[in-house]
């Protein structure tokens, strides 16, 4: 939530951010934290400039460092990170955005019923992507990937 702020007073216009430039400052921060770089997990960013509301921001960005940590933590924990990847998307599709988060790691548990977790992280996505009245795809195949569907408060256009 410091950096939205930050992005705010970056900003031109105080009531909305750069969503882009705020996956790319958040994420490599949390690489950097986690030393994900000294364990060869690449980072793949694909974002296009979507501005967005602090009402829809902040929510987001809860989502990216919920699902970037776990990633981090969990999805390579298997000691074959030689070739991991961690993926953030951010696009526009008609007019609804779309963010995928997703890793090529050991995937989810079958056992895990995300829709019924009772981890604290997948709770607080849960409710954060309803704040947001995002709907919520989860694919197991190939590791994991996390898919909001989403319409922006505004986007600046």
């Known amino acids: 939530m410091a950096m939205i702020h930050e992005e705010l ?4 216009n105080l009531a909305q951010i750069d969503f882009a430039v705020y996956i790319k400052r958040l994420s490599a921060f949390l690489f950097e934290f986690y030393g994900a770089n000294m364990h060869s997990i690449v980072l793949q960013i694909t974002a296009s400039n979507v501005m967005l509301d602090i009402d829809t921001a ?11 940590c776990n990633s981090l933590k969990h999805a390579f924990s298997d000691g074959k990170s030689d070739s991991g990847k961690v993926s953030i998307e951010l696009s526009k599709e008609f007019d609804r955005l779309v963010l995928r988060l997703s890793d090529n790691g ?8 995300v829709s019924n977790a009772t981890t604290l992280g997948l709770r607080l996505v849960k ?14 195949e190939m590791g994991t990937q996390f898919v909001f569907l989403f319409n922006p408060v ?3 256009k």
């Open 106 to 113: 050991i995937g989810l548990p079958e056992e895990l019923d």
């Open 9 to 12: 007073c970056r900003s031109e």
């Open 154 to 156: 505004t986007d600046g």
């Open 58 to 68: 902040v929510p987001c960005g809860l989502i990216i460092n919920e699902l970037v």
């Open 127 to 140: 409710i954060l992507a309803n704040q947001m009245g995002a709907s919520i795809d989860i694919r197991r």
